[in-house]
């Protein structure tokens, strides 16, 4: 059987950018078709590399990992360790996935010509069949991750939260947001988004209400008392949520916060206190639900 190496590059240059491509788009990762498609290249070129085998070394187990971990930094530039092994596990994840439904239409359509070489399935088969096979994956793949997102039931994800600000105590719902990494960009501090109304006793409205204005520096509608107190402790969070793409958030370090999970579930013995001090506030001007389900936001990373 002959196999052609400009074949092979071009097979898993388009199987490696629509894997990337679906591991972003599942994780809500800004996307740049030249960064996947370099990506994209560089495992094509280990593929073939690897399919020569005229250098063991390529073929190792630590290598492979390497080469991994050097894709998703290509192909997300991600800013900080965590994220980066978040990735790295969906690009794996999304590998698996696709990489089985892909296959398994390949073999369908042109069993008997497939075979395995240095740990590649390699064919003859037209290229319109690892087209149509790679298609085919990306939406089952897309499917299968965002049916298991709708299944998680939205109450399983709310919990009670009682914040602590000016040794004020207030208690509120809060969504746990497993794509919410919004940190206070000097200290690194995990932020709590949370309604500006839900502050009032605490916070003076003449600040609650004139956010927009204080975050584009205008400070008219502060009086002078207020502002001398507030200002120091004020910190601006950039953020791209909530249905801005580039926005801003006024934050203020609480004292404390409280989370208190498996809510509901008493009878079962479930309920879990945490308790976090370097929190920061994230105060958003607007009803983050319609119906008021919950009026905070947190991320993964607090429980």
């Given amino acids: 059987m002959t196999i052609y190496i400009d074949v092979v590059l071009i097979e898993n240059l388009i199987m490696n950018y629509i894997i990337l491509l679906a591991t972003g788009m599942i994780l809500k990762v800004k996307i740049k078709n030249i960064r996947l498609i370099f990506a994209s290249l560089l495992g094509a070129i280990y593929s073939i590399v690897s399919y020569s085998g005229f250098l063991e070394i390529y073929s190792t187990f630590a290598l492979k990992i390497i080469l991994s971990i050097i894709i998703v930094y290509v192909a997300y530039n991600p800013q900080t360790v965590k994220k980066m092994w978040k990735e790295l596990l969906f690009f794996y994840l999304t590998s698996f996935v696709f990489g089985g439904v892909a296959f398994a239409l390949i073999y ?16 003859t088969y037209p290229l319109k069949t ?11 793949t897309i499917s299968a991750f965002n049916l298991i997102k709708k299944k998680i039931s939205k109450k399983d994800l ?26 206070e960009p000097i200290t690194n501090t995990p932020v709590m988004v949370i309604e500006h109304t839900l502050l009032y006793n605490i916070i003076p409205k003449e600040i609650l209400n004139h956010l927009e204005e204080i975050i584009g520096g205008d400070f008219k509608n502060i009086p ?7 200002i120091s402790k004020l910190k601006l969070i950039p953020f791209s949520s909530l249905g801005k793409q580039n926005g801003m958030l006024i934050g203020i370090k609480a004292d404390y916060i409280k989370i208190e999970k498996g809510e509901g579930k008493e009878e079962e013995g479930e309920d879990e206190i945490i308790k976090k ?13 319609k119906k008021g389900e919950y009026r905070a936001i947190i991320g993964m990373e607090l429980i």
């Fill in 108 to 123: 369908i359509i042109k069993p008997q010509e497939i075979f395995m070489k240095n740990g590649l399935f390699l064919g």
């Fill in 130 to 140: 690892v087209i149509l096979g790679a298609v085919v994956g990306f939406v089952l």
């Fill in 158 to 183: 709310i919990c009670r939260v009682e914040i602590v600000l000016n040794k004020i105590k207030i208690e509120t719902k809060a969504l746990i947001d497993t794509g919410n990494m919004l940190k």
């Fill in 224 to 230: 002078e008392k207020i502002k001398n107190e507030y």
């Fill in 277 to 289: 001090e370097n929190i920061i506030l994230g105060i958003y001007n607007k009803s983050l639900t």
